[in-house]
């Protein structure tokens, strides 16, 4: 029987913009998330039929969604849910991106927020309709064809609830649900600051899949604590080699819990690299760089990525080793992100402001140490990693980080990774990387000095070491994993 494989996640591998004369047209959704489960989604194709259910999020998108333009022959068959904007926009900017992202990245300035009044229910109740609204689609889609075929992947925090609002309206027929978190998870401590029925809601929404799955050990521990803690379930804690992290007993179902780091289709990715609009950029920025280091970062404006102390570390470093001075550029790429969030425009503000500072106290007429680039472009993006000598990657916290691991598998000439300790990719890019507390400016201001100042040799071994680590667990694996476990506990 052939295996019918449903994914689920907010942003979906498309969206649209319209044209002049209103004509829409389609392109590739970014982020993390969609390159690992369209990687993954790409290798099974043939052996599967698959189809992806997303949310529309723009009005061209919504268009998108009537047309049923959304179809594109080749493609995954994609289905875009018109859930009405008011509803969205609760369960996406004000559940999703303002309460959950925030718990799961400890990102909450405590003294003020968050506060959780009659206004917060009515979001909750939203995000609620939300997942309503994707467990109905993925359940038309599971019944529609013998259930027993059928594997559910729903993806991230932005759906908590669906397995088991999937669960239940499958009543029982055999189709096999699993939920895979693309953030971390916080600590039982944290995560309780959310009011009590929605932490167990959300926990006990993705207890009705069947397998849960994280990047890292660390915060498939933190889940296992907070169903314990906070629910009372009984939970067991295993750790081997196949990444297996425990499973939980809740209300007369168990559910298997377990790791499955995401790294990136190195042939795939160094393909892409060698087209002509990257090596354009590549060669547009060694010609800027003039035969100084580059030190890159390449972010989403988001709190966690923590842009703001990476650029003071810079700051320090300049203004602490003037040996540096005239040698070094720093290429900053922080692109828009969630700007609906009043915390990510202000975020993007001080962003720019000490961009401007630093290169008002440091620049000459013959050096510009800082170019910040808030516009965002892949093929630029790629380049930029192609040629950096330092790779910054210094997020508070992180479910995983790509960045970290496409740096070195695009690197030509061998590129230091100065890595936040709090990103899940630290788990196993360890050996290689150069690994910081992001709360410590002095430290990383230390580190970028010593990965500048690396012998190439030593670069470029540590560079092929975080490569193969990367290229190791491709989005063909990860996705597969996660699906041999579902066939197994089938
Ligand atoms: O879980 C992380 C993630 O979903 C990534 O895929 C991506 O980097 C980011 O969040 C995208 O966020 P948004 O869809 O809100 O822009």
Known sequence: MKKRVLVASNRGPVSYEFGADGTLTGRRGGGGLVAGVAGGLAALTPEAEVSWICAALSDADRAAAHQRAAEEPGAVPVRMLDIPPEIFDRAYNNVANSVLWFVQHLLFDTPEQPRFGPEFRRDWAAYRAYNEAFADAMADEAL??????VRAL??????SLAPRLLRDRLGGSPAGIAHFSHTPWAPPDYYRMLPAEVGEALLDGMLGADHVGFHAGRWAAAFLDCCEVILGAQVSRVSNADGAAGQVAHRGHVTEVAVHPLGVDAPALRARAGAGDVRAHVTALSSAAAGRKLIVRVDRTELSKNIVRGLI????????????????VHLAFAYPSRSAVPEYRAYTE?????????TAEFGTPDWNPLILEVKDDYPRSLAACAVADVLLVNPTRDGMNLVAQE????????????????????????GGALLVNPYDISETAAALHEALAMPDAERRRRTEALAATAAASPPARWLGAQLASLDRLA
């Open 144 to 149: 529609s064809g013998p259930s027993a075929s």
């Open 350 to 358: 001080q962003v720019r402001r000490i961009a401007a500072e630093i």
């Open 154 to 159: 729903i993806q991230d925090y932005h759906l």
């Open 407 to 430: 740096g070195p598998v695009l690197s030509e000439r061998g590129c230091a990774l100065v890595l936040s300790r709090e990103a899940g990719a630290a788990a196993t890019l360890d």
């Open 313 to 328: 570390a810079y700051r320090e470093l300049l203004a602490t080793r003037p040996e540096w001075h005239g040698r070094v």
